[in-house]
């Protein structure tokens, strides 16, 4: 007698759905590794524009005033060059008044000297990669980021006064420059807008007798 031996299938089919388990979880791990990457990714860059938005106003903050001062220290700009005080026949002062086109004359010179202390109104600063991430171990490390601070044209300098009493019979009278910059912070993921708000005395002086009930107001 022959004995036909039947050869055992080289694939076999299972439709246990158990050993399909481990895909799945598999998948389900990374998705969730993903999602996480993916916030913490979010999360980093978030940081790192407002660390860079920060460093940004800071050095224009340091631009304008370097700006201010250049400019009142070149000039002869005393109290009477912006004010003049309005008195009677009794020596009270009745009235402050602004000369406007002194004030204005100022406000286009700092603008100028502004935009001439950059690059036609742009700042281009390196900042570390290290520094955007608000670790203090990274401070200085990493490659540099390019970080370029564009003025906007939305700029302005403004005067503002104010009258305090400082005594018995005595008002402190001073006369402010507001300076406000507008600027792009243009990061290599994106772009976010910012101002810079610098006030600076450049006149003030001390009122004996009567306040006057009129003084100018330049507030906007």
Request: charged share 20%; proline share 3%.
């Given at each position: 007698?022959?004995?036909?031996?039947?050869?055992?299938?080289?694939?076999?089919?299972?439709?246990?759905?158990?050993?399909?388990?481990p895909k799945t979880g598999f998948f389900g791990v990374t998705l969730v590794l993903l999602l996480v990457l993916a916030a913490i990714?979010?999360?980093?860059?978030?940081?790192?524009?407002?660390?860079?938005?920060?460093?940004?106003?800071?050095?224009?903050?340091?631009?304008?005033?370097?700006?201010?001062?250049?400019?009142?220290?070149?000039?002869?700009?005393?109290?009477?060059?912006?004010?003049?005080?309005?008195?009677?026949?009794?020596?009270?002062?009745?009235?402050?008044?602004?000369?406007?086109?002194?004030?204005?004359?100022?406000?286009?010179?700092?603008?100028?000297?502004?935009?001439?202390?950059?690059?036609?109104?742009?700042?281009?600063?390196?900042?570390?990669?290290?520094?955007?991430?608000?670790?203090?171990?990274?401070?200085?490390?990493?490659?540099?980021?390019?970080?370029?601070?564009?003025?906007?044209?939305?700029?302005?300098?403004?005067?503002?006064?104010?009258?305090?009493?400082?005594?018995?019979?005595?008002?402190?009278?001073?006369?402010?420059?507001?300076?406000?910059?507008?600027?792009?912070?243009?990061?290599?993921?994106?772009?976010?807008?910012?101002?810079?708000?610098?006030?600076?005395?450049?006149?003030?002086?001390?009122?004996?007798?009567?306040?006057?009930?009129?003084?100018?107001?330049?507030?906007?």
């Amino acid at each position: 007698m022959y004995y036909h031996r039947r050869r055992k299938p080289k694939y076999t089919f299972s439709t246990d759905t158990r050993q399909r388990k481990p895909k799945t979880g598999f998948f389900g791990v990374t998705l969730v590794l993903l999602l996480v990457l993916a916030a913490i990714s979010m999360f980093l860059r978030d940081l790192s524009t407002k660390i860079a938005v920060s460093d940004a106003v800071d050095i224009v903050t340091k631009t304008v005033n370097d700006s201010i001062n250049k400019v009142i220290g070149e000039g002869v700009y005393g109290f009477d060059y912006f004010v003049s005080l309005v008195k009677d026949e009794n020596g009270d002062i009745t009235a402050i008044t602004s000369n406007m086109a002194h004030i204005n004359t100022l406000s286009t010179e700092i603008l100028n000297s502004v935009i001439e202390s950059t690059e036609n109104g742009t700042i281009e600063v390196k900042i570390p990669a290290g520094n955007l991430t608000g670790l203090n171990l990274l401070m200085g490390r990493g490659p540099d980021v390019t970080v370029d601070i564009v003025m906007l044209t939305s700029s302005k300098v403004d005067f503002k006064n104010d009258i305090v009493s400082s005594g018995i019979n005595q008002a402190k009278y001073q006369l402010m420059l507001e300076v406000t910059i507008d600027i792009d912070v243009l990061v290599p993921w994106g772009t976010k807008s910012a101002s810079t708000v610098t006030e600076v005395i450049v006149a003030d002086t001390v009122i004996v007798g009567k306040v006057p009930e009129t003084y100018l107001n330049m507030e906007k």
